[in-house]
């Protein structure tokens, strides 16, 4: 066997494992979801080894789904880490045996404070699966590794099922692009979640005129504007818009008699706008919707405060 088909192998035998998974979520699954939903205070995520680093990552992905989290190494709460816990939380803890003795020795301290335990196990009949209030069978046949040793399968099939525990209290607490963003609010999501039209917008030498100006004029205005349109206004308010796409239009109706028309004669008179405080997402939502490249940032009184474009979105 090549080295490449030794690789594929291991993702087919992972792959195998995950979907191995999906039988044994019984309603096991469902009453740790209701628990650590209802959970008041933090879910405080614990394993040694592999597991450990499995548990650091679901605790993080609980976090930013808004589940409150931390990972804390069994062997901290013996010099004093115990403090940090509370008869509010809820543990899950993580050992593919079930029978690691430094995640057992924890166990009763947990149990002495009332505390819930969910724990996730390859073994059902494990000390782990005794003593938890819920137990997750995440067991799998074998590693991908081919001595069957090093944890591989065991440690995928794990973060499968916390990543399953987080999307299942995602769904049951509603949550919403703008909670995710409030969680993430340096990455990119984060960003046009929290982005407004008011921050990215240009404001500075707008492309005006005047619904009477001819259309030869209006050239001239759009080209300089470097925008690609033109916002037709009367009495300091919008009046209309044009863009070079109506402006190529009108060339191919009027041709030499281009020059006799208005903007009035082609703008459109109910341009789409949207408010300083709209956020990029909702902004690219109404462009998808309309098939268009701008709107047009405005206040109460319909006055122009700025145009947001296409490339102004793209955060």
Same mark, same amino acid.
């Given at each position: 066997? &090549?080295?490449?088909? &030794?690789?594929?192998?291991?993702?087919?035998?992972?792959?195998?494992?995950?979907?191995?998974?999906?039988?044994? #979520?019984?309603?096991?699954?469902?009453?740790?979801?209701?628990?650590?939903?209802?959970?008041?205070?933090?879910?405080?995520?614990?394993?040694?080894?592999?597991?450990?680093?499995?548990?650091?990552?679901?605790?993080?992905?609980?976090?930013?789904?808004?589940?409150?989290?931390?990972?804390?190494?069994?062997?901290?709460?013996?010099?004093?880490?115990?403090?940090?816990?509370?008869?509010?939380?809820?543990?899950?803890?993580?050992?593919?045996?079930?029978?690691?003795?430094?995640?057992?020795?924890?166990?009763?301290?947990?149990?002495?404070? /009332?505390?819930?335990?969910?724990? #996730?196990?390859?073994?059902?009949?494990?000390?782990?699966?005794?003593?938890?209030?819920?137990?997750?069978?995440?067991?799998?046949?074998?590693?991908?590794?081919?001595?069957?040793?090093?944890?591989?399968?065991?440690?995928?099939?794990?973060?499968?099922?916390?990543?399953?525990?987080?999307?299942?209290?995602?769904?049951?607490?509603?949550?919403?692009?703008?909670?995710?963003?409030?969680?993430?609010?340096?990455?990119?999501?984060?960003?046009?979640?929290?982005?407004?039209?008011?921050?990215?917008?240009?404001?500075?030498?707008?492309?005006?005129?005047?619904?009477?100006?001819?259309?030869?004029?209006?050239?001239?205005?759009?080209?300089?504007?470097?925008?690609?349109?033109?916002?037709? %206004?009367?009495?300091?308010?919008?009046?209309?818009?044009?863009?070079?796409?109506?402006?190529?239009?009108?060339?191919?109706?009027?041709?030499?008699?281009?020059?006799?028309?208005?903007?009035?004669?082609?703008?459109?008179?109910?341009?789409?706008?949207?408010?300083?405080?709209?956020?990029?997402?909702?902004?690219?939502?109404?462009?998808?919707?309309?098939?268009?490249?701008?709107?047009?940032?405005? /206040?109460?009184?319909? %006055?122009?405060?700025?145009?947001?474009?296409?490339?102004?979105? #793209?955060?």
């Amino acid at each position: 066997m &090549t080295t490449r088909e &030794t690789g594929i192998q291991a993702i087919k035998d992972e792959a195998e494992a995950l979907l191995d998974l999906i039988p044994k #979520m019984d309603g096991q699954f469902d009453q740790a979801v209701e628990l650590m939903f209802h959970c008041k205070g933090k879910v405080i995520v614990t394993g040694v080894g592999k597991s450990g680093h499995i548990g650091a990552k679901i605790a993080a992905t609980l976090a930013s789904t808004g589940t409150p989290s931390f990972f804390i190494n069994p062997l901290d709460v013996y010099h004093g880490d115990l403090g940090v816990m509370t008869k509010d939380d809820v543990v899950i803890a993580i050992s593919n045996s079930g029978q690691t003795d430094e995640l057992l020795r924890f166990i009763p301290m947990v149990l002495h404070t /009332n505390i819930p335990i969910i724990g #996730m196990s390859g073994n059902p009949q494990s000390l782990l699966a005794k003593y938890s209030t819920y137990h997750l069978n995440v067991g799998v046949k074998k590693e991908a590794c081919p001595l069957n040793l090093a944890p591989t399968s065991s440690t995928t099939a794990a973060l499968a099922m916390g990543d399953a525990l987080a999307i299942a209290l995602m769904q049951r607490r509603n949550f919403q692009p703008q909670d995710f963003a409030h969680f993430h609010p340096g990455g990119e999501l984060g960003k046009r979640l929290l982005t407004t039209a008011q921050d990215v917008m240009r404001s500075n030498d707008m492309p005006i005129l005047s619904p009477q100006t001819s259309l030869g004029e209006a050239i001239m205005i759009v080209s300089e504007g470097k925008l690609g349109l033109g916002v037709a %206004e009367e009495n300091g308010k919008i009046a209309g818009l044009i863009t070079d796409g109506d402006i190529r239009r009108a060339i191919e109706r009027w041709k030499a008699e281009l020059f006799n028309h208005v903007v009035s004669d082609i703008m459109t008179r109910t341009p789409k706008t949207v408010t300083a405080d709209t956020k990029i997402t909702e902004i690219q939502r109404v462009m998808q919707k309309y098939k268009i490249h701008s709107v047009l940032v405005v /206040n109460k009184e319909n %006055e122009l405060l700025g145009v947001v474009d296409h490339y102004s979105c #793209m955060i």
